[in-house]
């Protein structure tokens, strides 16, 4: 025993001394692109950062839901991100009926959709003792049902000014991307200067350790999940308000999305370790390089294998040999 | 010996649960042509179970079973359709890809959920490239294998009797299949008595990327033309005919047969909705309930086991 | 075995041998200047206290680890390959109290794992036969059957498949076997077979490395005592040179220290009982009790169900009733990403933040005046938690529990690889803390630890076998309870 805990601190960790901020890449990567993609197609770089803006705070909301879930370390992710955010859509929608009134009423409707679903998520990891993939996978395909039987395949309007709402902007910058940076400021004061930060890190590190550290394991997993159900529910909220109503498919790419942005914005995926603001840079960045292979006029198939690769490329140079073992 | 049992007893209850309970609502399936429609698919799934099951063997999770077939699927049906040679090499590079990705995952120590999940998403794409909208043919050789007649039971229920029966000698049987379970069982074991878990961990992802490669050639046998997201399903379906069929997360604890068996209960729960005239919104969602169902049992069958 | 006819002196070339063996970890010198010579027919007992070097000398010997100075000569083959091949060209083989099986396989498939260059036709039928002989050899009469899997067999029986495949018939014959604490978890009876059967090896030629803390078991088998003193091979001569308490005299003998604890300890007064489990474990609050016995006899398993008894998953304490202090740092302890700050004040969080926030500023003191009352080494305590020395990184376990309020302190073998300075300073810092009221659970697996205790609970197979106060807290009386069956079978 002692022979191996000498060996693990005589390695020293050389690629954190050098990458002290691993969410630069991001932001550099996002740059690069956006240059690249602004001088190919010529187009106005202010309305495409505009754009990158919008869509990347979609990205980003569900990205911080599900950063904290992988912060707690290996075997958790949360699949079920994609059918919440359209069951949480097309209730909202549904109870507002596009009426302007219902509006805030709608909202707590679709945060109510996410706690559900968050706890039940957290019900079946904790009592059935599932492995988070296979339990938020599984009743994924509850939510989404639930959402075909209350969609019934119509498009649901959102109430008008929730749309110019979700459209807008303010000083140049999207509503959206207000509420993905106000977000994005709370998770970073929760991770860094709260308690219940230092627990989901401790977590994420060594779980028994945490556990006989006194940390309430139990109560903070269950705060992540619910969490994570609530930022989908949200961003499915302002993406239907956003693109004029909701469809059983707005969730489909935010499956890897999610995971992409955090894995990309310098968050180890083996847990204990966030990064906040690289979660805004990834979702940058997988904006603008869509839209750059779009404007090389590149395909579906094309930009989906660029994503993949890109993915799996992160992940193998953000590794370190051993870590999963 | 006797817990493998116990952990093949679940399974095979389901099954034939799930068959008295179709029977009962449709005497009329109690027959080679009914059974052969129940099972209509059951190849394929068994063919992709078996692919997750050789990953899971090695305590790993592949989320592109799904892509994967589909992308195998696209290939069959053009180019193994058009340009044979052409067709099978694509297809043994994939498989090479699978295998490389395993020696990767080992060598840098990566997490194997991220890295498929964003294979899936290179496998979804190939797919798209190679067939932007359904279509292709599938080969002759194929659509007559799959269309075989065998006397008395249909081939939906033979043949993967005999793949989880091959599976078996090799992964139960031989010595290969014996090491790659230790890979599983005990990764340092493995290391120490001088195996490459490199070489291990490769093989065990080449041997699912060959029966991804089957899984989607029979399904193009069967449905004669693709297209990109004919499989999408089988993720969770390979992922849930495992678990169903008793193997474990973790441990190396995996069953050829139980995992098929899984498949073919799965495959049965989906005609078995139909069959209950369930509105089609729900069907997703029953899958889903049956899933959590099996494992809430499960659970409770382990325990008792545990106190036993 | 019966082939292996070589017969002591027939073949005088040795199985291997050391010259100078230095072997560090960074700044740990695990093993210093070690030279040790192991020929055929010997049974080499190996002797000393925890962290003595013993492991470290036994993973040189089978080439899993390289030493960092010196030879290491294995009989007939040129050092050209790595020593793992070496080691296994030469026939070595070991056994750890880790267990090296697959659970998921059966009993002759295990026996593939390490026999790589088995026959691969109808390999089942030979893995069987040769399981079943080698179990028939070490073991006669055992009841386990070459086709049960693993993991449905007890510990005691995937201890006996261990053993019997390290002594099993496989490519090459085994020349030298390394047997690490081989009978902590079998019985009486299953280990006088064991300690027959290594007699009848080394009669017949082989060679055997038996690492044990049961003084009966080495002056059974043994032809040769090594002892090892921090790092160090302080003797080594035939066993007829030593007596039982020669050797306990050259591990290293801690005594007089313990007495004069002892008297000071004894005559405080206690207060009520706030402790008390369900296996009769109970402690009263300024009361340092002890758990004692040999490694792995359930007191480990006993502290954890109490501190898990008592701590929240729910509801964060401001309170907590009960802390804990790691031993296996890297398993329950030590929170690898951070830095010593935060690893020291991950437990009283919620005592000195008012609210949800950590009230950065009551951190900064708490730790460093916990920096300088256990002294921690460091320049700078956002350093890394890792670039800390072991004994540091303990002693920031030990911070990280004692700063809390708690009443109870749980402490499952806290001294694992902390020099003596360190640990005179803790025992210190106990006695002051527990003269204060608070009330502490030690596991240690060290003699001159638990003579530091008020109370003593003796394990034995994961139950409390005797409970000693005052006086009676004695080296013998401890060793007499935790040996107890082995003591009367023989």
Redesign the interface.
Known sequence: MTDKTVLTQARPNPARTVLQKPWLWAYLAATLTFAATSMIAGSDAGSLFYAALTFASFSAIVGIGQMLVITLGPGNIDLSIPATMTLAATLALKFMDTQTALILPGLLVAIGVGIGCGLVNFILILLLRIPPIIATLSASFLYQSLAIWSNRGLRIKPPESLAEFATGGALGIPNVALAGIILATGAWVLLERSIAGRWISAIGQNLRAARLSGVPVNAVRFGIYVNSAVCAALTGFLLASFSGGANLNMGTEYMLMSIAVVVIGGSSIGGGNSNVPGIWGAALFMFLIVSMLNSYGLGAGIRLILTGLVIVGVVTLASRKGYDA | ????RLRLLLPMMSLAVLLGAVFYLQPRAMSYFGLNLLFNLAIPVALATIAQMMIIMVND?DLSVGTFVSFCACVTATFVHDTPLLGYAILATAILAYAALGA?IQ?????A???T?????????????IL?SPGGASPEWLKTLMGLKTPLIPIAVIAPLVIALVVHLLIK?S?VG??L??V???????E????SVVRLRAAAYGLAGLFGVLAGMCLVGLTTAADANIALRYT?LS??GV?LGGGE?V???ISPFGAVIGALTLTLAASFLSFLRL?P?????????I??LV??VR?LFLRKEAAA | MDDTEIGPGADPAPVVTLEQVHMSFGPVHALQAASLMISPGVCIGLVGHNGAGKSTLANVINGRLAQTQGQVQYRGEDPVQRNSQNAHNAGVRSVFQELSLCPNLTVLENLRIPYRTMPRRSWRRVARQKMQDALDLVFPGHSIRPRATVGDLTIAERQMVEIAIAFADRDREPSLVILDEPTSSLDAAIAQQLLDHIKRFCSAGGAVLFISHMMGEIFEVSTRIVVMKDGKIVEDQAAQAFTRSSIVDAMGHVAPEADTADNGLSRREFGPEIVRAANGLNARAGEIVGLAGLAGHGQAEALARLFFDHAPKWKPAREPEVVFVAGDRARDGVMPLWSILRNLSLTTLPEFSPRVMVDRGREANLVQSWKEKIGIRTENLLNPILSLSGGNQQKVLFARALASTAPVVVMDDPMRGVDVGTKKDVYQMIRDEAAHGRCFLWYSTETDEILECDRVFVFRAGQIAAELTGDEITEESILHASFEMQEAAE
């Open positions: 010996m006797t817990s493998d999770i990767l060598l840098r120590g990566l997490p959920i991220v890295v999940l964003g294979m899936s998403f290179v496998w979804g794409g190939l797919a798209v490239l932007p049987r010595w014996v090491i379970q230790g599983g069982g005990n990764e340092r074991a493995m120490r008595a001088g195996w969770l992922i849930a678990i997360f441990g190396g604890r509105s919104d729900w069907q997703i969602g029953a899958q889903g309930a899933l959590i494992l809430a659970l």
